[in-house]
């Protein structure tokens, strides 16, 4: 057995009127917000799927899904820890994370330190152990128009000793 495992995530929700804009953690003032059946926090869910995928777990469908009416408006980070319960579980930690979210607005910049901080805080990592950028998807697209956010995730897991 190896004592390293990498998985990579993907999330896009939908941009809608009427819900709050959350990624990482951290509600962004914006006009839309992203839909879905918990808080739709794209970023925070690629994370999830790539820690599970790490460990061939599944994906968070799995664990959360849209179908159980518990997990409606469920805060991500809650959900987050109970992944993060799941590999510490299975003999795991995070060794780091890397991501990206692709939002042609908001300009994220200003919030990354903060998403960054509060994933760091609910994971017991160091801010440096969470990478997070932006970028635009330079008007193509679905995401280009403005029509929703996604997000890509990329973990290293360590067995713990």
């Given amino acids: 057995m190896t004592n390293i495992r990498i998985g990579n995530g993907y999330d896009i929700h939908k941009l809608v009127s009427d819900r709050p804009l959350i990624?990482?953690?951290v509600q962004i003032p914006h006009e839309l917000g992203l839909l879905g059946h918990?808080?739709?926090?794209?970023?925070?869910?690629?994370?999830?799927?790539?820690?599970?995928g790490a460990l061939s777990l599944g994906d968070i469908g799995h664990y959360f899904p849209p179908t159980d009416p518990q997990w409606a408006g469920a805060d991500s980070l809650m959900l987050l820890t109970q992944v993060h319960q799941l590999i510490q579980n299975q003999?795991?930690?995070?060794?780091?994370?890397d991501s990206v979210v692709v939002a042609e607005r908001p300009k994220l910049k200003p919030h990354i330190e903060r998403m960054r901080d509060k994933l760091a805080n609910v994971l017991k990592l160091?801010?440096?152990?969470?990478?997070?950028?932006?970028?635009?998807?330079?008007k193509l697209g679905p995401i280009g128009r403005e029509e929703?956010?996604?997000?890509?995730?990329?973990?290293?897991?360590?067995?713990?000793?």
Avoid at 40 to 52: G, R, S
Avoid at 91 to 97: L, V
Avoid at 126 to 138: H, L, M, R, S
């Fill in 148 to 161: 929703g956010i996604c997000a890509y995730a990329v973990v290293l897991l360590v067995a713990c000793e």
């Fill in 23 to 25: 990624l990482g953690g």
């Fill in 38 to 52: 918990s808080d739709a926090d794209a970023l925070t869910h690629a994370i999830m799927d790539a820690m599970l």
């Fill in 91 to 97: 003999g795991w930690q995070i060794g780091n994370i």
């Fill in 126 to 138: 160091q801010p440096n152990q969470v990478g997070i950028k932006a970028t635009t998807n330079e």
